[in-house]
C-alpha cells in the first residue's frame, strides 16, 4: 500500500483526498518509481481545487512533477537504482502524477537526475524551474546577450520567476524583477534582482510601442503585461512567453514584432524533447547556488497540498513549493 493524493468525481462535483493505495491500482507503464518528492505548481493547484478543467480523466492523482528512485523497469534506458526526474508529458493531468509514493510511466518520459541535485532539489525547482530554465535557453538561442541591457523577469516571486531571475543574475544579466508584491524586493535582491518594479506599471492597457527598455523578457503573466513587456523590449529584442498568471488573453499590436523587429518566443514544458529537458536541467544544475534555491523553496508534507493548492492561486505562496510524499 503506498498514500496517495487522488482526485474524484461524481455527476457534479470533484473531491479530493490523502488515501492508501494498493501498487495494482497504478496504471500501466513501463518503469516503477518510487517517489520522494514531488512539488506543487500552479497546475497542480487549478487541478486540486478543480478551478480549471486541468485533470482530464478520473480517479487521478495530481503532480506534473517528481522525483525519486526506479523500483522496477522493463525499459532499455533505465534499471532499478537509477535516480530519475520527471516534468509533464501529461502526467497529473491524464496519467496518475508524482502526488504519491509510487508512480508507474512510461521510460520514455523520464530523465535522469543531475548527479548535482538532490531529488529535494529538483523538485525545488520542479517544472516551473526547469520552464524557466527553458526560457533563458529560448532567450540565448535568439540571440540576447548581456551586454545589450537589462532583461525583465514578470510574476517575479512566483515559482518560474524566481528561478528565471536566479539563472539569468548568474547568467550575467542585469535583471529587473516585476512583482505585485514590492514587499519581497529584498527577496527578489537576494536572487540577483538589481532592480524591482510594481507590477501595476506593466498590467493596464498601454500603448503599442513604449520607451525601449529590455534587452529580453521572460514573462510567466500573459494579458496586458505581455503586450506592455512587447511594447517596451528594445529593437531585435526577444520575450519568452511562457504563462497566464494574469490572464491568457493577449491584446496585443504587431507594432514591436513589426516595426522593432521583436520576437515572441513560445515555450512549452509539457511536451518539449528530450535534449531540450536535459539543457534545461544542465544548467538548473550547473548554474543555480544550493543556497538560491533553498531560498526559493518551501516544504509541506502530502497532508497539507489541499490547503497549499488554495493558497497558491490567491497569490499567497513566494517561490516554490517541495511536497514530502513520505
Ligand atoms: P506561481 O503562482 O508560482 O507564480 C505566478 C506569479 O505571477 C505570482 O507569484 C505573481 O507574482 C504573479 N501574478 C499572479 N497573479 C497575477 C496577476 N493577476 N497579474 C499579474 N501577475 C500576477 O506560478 P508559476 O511561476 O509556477 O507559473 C507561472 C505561470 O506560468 C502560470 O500561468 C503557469 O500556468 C505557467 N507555466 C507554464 C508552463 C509552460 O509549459 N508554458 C510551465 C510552468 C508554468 P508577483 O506577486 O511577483 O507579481
Redo the contacts with the bound molecule.
Keep these: 500500500m503506498f498514500s496517495a493524493l487522488l482526485i474524484t468525481k461524481d455527476q457534479t462535483e470533484q473531491s479530493v483526498s490523502v488515501t492508501e493505495l494498493a501498487e495494482d491500482a497504478l496504471p500501466a507503464g513501463n518503469v516503477g518509481v518510487a517517489v520522494e518528492y514531488s512539488t506543487l505548481?500552479?497546475?497542480d493547484a487549478l487541478a486540486i481545487t478543480g478551478r480549471s478543467p486541468i485533470v482530464r480523466s478520473f480517479p487521478m492523482v495530481p503532480g506534473i512533477d517528481l522525483a525519486g528512485v526506479v523500483t522496477d523497469s522493463s525499459h532499455s534506458a533505465w534499471k532499478p537504482g537509477d535516480r530519475v526526474v520527471l516534468n509533464g508529458w501529461g502526467v497529473g493531468e491524464r496519467h496518475w502524477g508524482g502526488l504519491a509514493q509510487r508512480a508507474r510511466l512510461d521510460g520514455d518520459w523520464l530523465i535522469p537526475l543531475p548527479a548535482e541535485l538532490t531529488t529535494r532539489q529538483a523538485m525545488a525547482l520542479g517544472?516551473?524551474g526547469y520552464?524557466a530554465s527553458l526560457c533563458v535557453e529560448a532567450l540565448l538561442a535568439s540571440g540576447v546577450r548581456p551586454d545589450q541591457g537589462e532583461v525583465l523577469v514578470t510574476?517575479?516571486?512566483?515559482?518560474?520567476?524566481s528561478v528565471a531571475v536566479a539563472l539569468l543574475a548568474r547568467a550575467g544579466y542585469t535583471v529587473a524583477a516585476s512583482?505585485?508584491?514590492t514587499a519581497e524586493a529584498e527577496y527578489l535582491q537576494g536572487l540577483g534582482a538589481t532592480s524591482v518594479l510594481d507590477?501595476a506599471e506593466l498590467?493596464g492597457p498601454g500603448k503599442p510601442l513604449q520607451k525601449e527598455r529590455w534587452a529580453g523578457v521572460v514573462d510567466?503573466?500573459g494579458s496586458h503585461?505581455l503586450v506592455n513587456a512587447c511594447a517596451q523590449t528594445r529593437y531585435g529584442g526577444a520575450v519568452a512567453a511562457?504563462?497566464?498568471?494574469?490572464g491568457m488573453d493577449l491584446p496585443a499590436t504587431v507594432a514591436p514584432f513589426i516595426l522593432r523587429g521583436v520576437s515572441l518566443l513560445g515555450?512549452?514544458?509539457?511536451m518539449a524533447p528530450l535534449d531540450r529537458r536535459r539543457a534545461a536541467w544542465d544548467r538548473l544544475s550547473r548554474d543555480l547556488d544550493p543556497a538560491a534555491i533553498e531560498v526559493i523553496a518551501s516544504e509541506i508534507p502530502l497532508s497539507d497540498a489541499i490547503a497549499t493548492a488554495g493558497s497558491?492561486l490567491d497569490?499567497a505562496?513566494r517561490g516554490r513549493v517541495v511536497v514530502d510524499v513520505n
Excluded at 155 to 161: E, K, L, W, Y
Excluded at 242 to 246: D, N, R, T
Excluded at 267 to 270: P, Q
Design positions: 505548481n500552479y497546475k517544472t516551473a520552464t510574476g517575479a516571486t512566483g515559482g518560474v520567476g512583482t505585485g508584491t507590477r498590467s510567466s503573466v503585461t511562457c504563462g497566464l498568471a494574469q515555450v512549452d514544458s509539457v497558491l497569490g505562496i
